[in-house]
């Protein structure tokens, strides 16, 4: 939890962060665009304008985050299936399970007697970790992904994504939802597994 508590803490001061510098660029700028005649201060405005915070700076810095969070989420879900491995007496993770390494781990966390996190917490957490993945491996570009029709479906669904010529761009919300939907994917597993440890030793 103090990991969670830490990471929400950096993204209310990435995003500060943002807002202030975007702020300090406009009130230098708005300095020489007060002695500019009034008909010649829209044109400036439209040149000069730092949009490149939120167009650039803000997307990466965000990006950076969702990134984070991910290997976050994966190496807890990692974490967690070992010791509920132990705790269960069941082999550690076999080869013989199909999927990407989330998928998996959620199959032999299931195996160990584990109901929850249920299928909307694990759906939502694949989600994330699909615009992680064309974050990383796409450097950001729908076509460059495996599955670009099925990314193309998350952008329009989930808040604060977009893609301007094909390119994904994170607006302020999706960090704050993806760490919501992580929040509460890790608080259930961390409760289930407590759950499982109390009925096993109740058992003995």
């Not at 509920?84 to 993770?93: D, R, T």
């Not at 781990?105 to 299928?119: I, M, S, V, W, Y």
């Not at 607006?171 to 759950?195: A, G, N």
Request: charged share 25%; aromatic share 10%.
């Amino acid at each position: 939890m103090e990991t969670l508590d830490g990471l929400e803490f950096y993204l209310k001061t990435l995003e500060k962060f943002i807002d202030d510098k975007e702020d300090q660029e406009v009130a230098n700028l708005k300095q020489h665009a007060d002695q500019l005649p009034t008909d010649k201060q829209g044109a400036f405005w439209a040149w000069h304008y730092p949009g490149h915070w939120n167009e650039i700076f803000a997307s990466q810095l965000r990006s950076s985050f969702v990134v984070t969070l991910i290997s976050l989420a994966e190496s807890q879900v990692g974490m967690v299936t070992e010791q509920v491995s132990q705790i269960a007496g069941i082999p550690k993770l076999p080869d013989s399970y199909s999927g990407g390494l989330l998928e998996r781990h959620r199959k032999h966390l299931k195996k160990a007697g584990l109901t929850r996190p249920d299928d909307t917490c694990w759906n939502s957490l694949y989600d994330v970790r699909s615009i992680r993945n064309c974050l990383v491996h796409a450097n950001s570009r729908i076509w460059d992904y495996k599955k670009p029709e099925q990314l193309r479906v998350l952008i329009n669904r989930l808040p604060g994504l977009s893609a301007p010529y094909d390119v994904v761009e994170l607006s302020s919300e999706f960090p704050v939802y993806s760490f919501k939907r992580v929040k509460d994917f890790l608080i259930d597993l961390y409760k289930e597994t407590s759950v499982l440890c109390q009925r096993i030793t109740s058992s003995v």
